[in-house]
């Protein structure tokens, strides 16, 4: 399976972006799906992630309250809609999925990355 995540970019603080992940190569429909950051400098961390149904989600307390990840599995695709955006958001970002079907907040519980796409949060 292949992962492509698009959707970054720069913005400013306060703005919103919308990223998205798209799969081929085999259906993600009882995978759950996540997304990680990593700023220039510091190690991986967790965002946000969903599990298969859709039905459980998580998020890192960072990013509580402003961003929101969904999936749609006709599109194979998982989003990650990020608001009220700040400097310290910049990362590049990461979707992953996880065979498990969970929403689990550990990397190493996720078998598929993408190549990752950066955003820049300027102040």
């Known amino acids: 399976v292949q992962l492509q995540a698009s959707g970054g970019g720069l913005v400013q603080a306060g703005g919103s972006l919308r990223l998205f992940c798209a799969a081929s190569?085999?259906?993600?429909?009882?995978?759950?799906m996540g997304w990680f950051r990593q700023a220039p400098g510091k190690e991986r961390e967790f965002v946000a992630a969903?599990?298969?149904?859709?039905?459980?989600?998580s998020y890192a307390n960072s990013v509580k309250g402003r961003f929101t990840i969904s999936r749609d599995h006709a599109k194979k695709s998982a989003y990650l809609q990020m608001n009220s955006l700040k400097p310290e958001d910049t990362a590049v970002y990461y979707c992953?999925?996880?065979?498990?079907?969970?929403?689990?907040?550990?990397?190493?519980?996720?078998?598929?990355w993408g190549q990752g796409t950066l955003v820049t949060v300027s102040s």
């Open positions: 969903i599990s298969w149904s859709g039905g459980r989600t």
């Open positions: 190569g085999r259906t993600l429909s009882r995978d759950g």
């Open positions: 992953a999925s996880d065979t498990s079907g969970g929403a689990s907040t550990n990397s190493r519980e996720y078998e598929y």
